[in-house]
Nanobody, 114 residues
Framework: QVQLVESGGGLVQPGGSLRLSCLAS????????MSWYRQAPEKERELVAY???????EYADSVKGRFIVSRDNAKNTVYLQMNSLKPEDTAVYYC????????WGQGTQVTVSS
C-alpha cells in the first residue's frame, strides 16, 4: 500500500534552515507528482510546493525564493529545503502524492522560534 513518511522537522531559530524528507513506498514514485503542504494551528492546510515527475516545480508565494523542492527517484524521496525560516513558517508539514489524491504522510513539526 501507499506509504509516505516525513522526517527532518524540529526547532530552528529565525533565519535558519531545515531540510525535510519524505520517503515513499508502495507505488512507482517516479511516475507521480509530489507535493508538500503545511498546517499551522487554527489555520487551513495549504500547499507549499509541488514537483512533477519531470522535475518542474511550483511554490506558494509565501515561500518563493526561500524553499526548494526536489526529488531523488532512485531513493523514492522528495525533499523540501527550507531557508531563511520565519516564525510564520511554524506548522506541521505533510507530503502528499500529487495534489489531488488522498495519500498523505503523518506530518513533521517545524517550529521557528528564538
Amino acid at each position: 500500500q501507499v506509504q509516505l513518511v516525513e522526517s527532518g522537522g524540529g526547532l530552528v531559530q529565525p533565519g535558519g534552515s531545515l531540510r525535510l524528507s519524505c520517503l515513499a513506498s508502495g507505488f512507482t514514485f517516479s511516475s507521480y507528482a509530489m507535493s508538500w503542504y503545511r498546517q499551522a494551528p487554527e489555520k487551513e492546510r495549504e500547499l507549499v510546493a509541488y514537483i512533477t515527475p519531470g522535475g518542474s516545480m511550483e511554490y506558494a508565494d509565501s515561500v518563493k525564493g526561500r524553499f526548494i523542492v526536489s526529488r531523488d527517484n532512485a531513493k523514492n524521496t522528495v525533499y523540501l529545503q527550507m531557508n531563511s525560516l520565519k516564525p510564520e513558517d511554524t506548522a506541521v508539514y505533510y507530503c502528499r502524492r500529487s495534489r489531488f489524491e488522498n495519500y498523505w504522510g503523518q506530518g513533521t513539526q517545524v517550529t521557528v522560534s528564538s
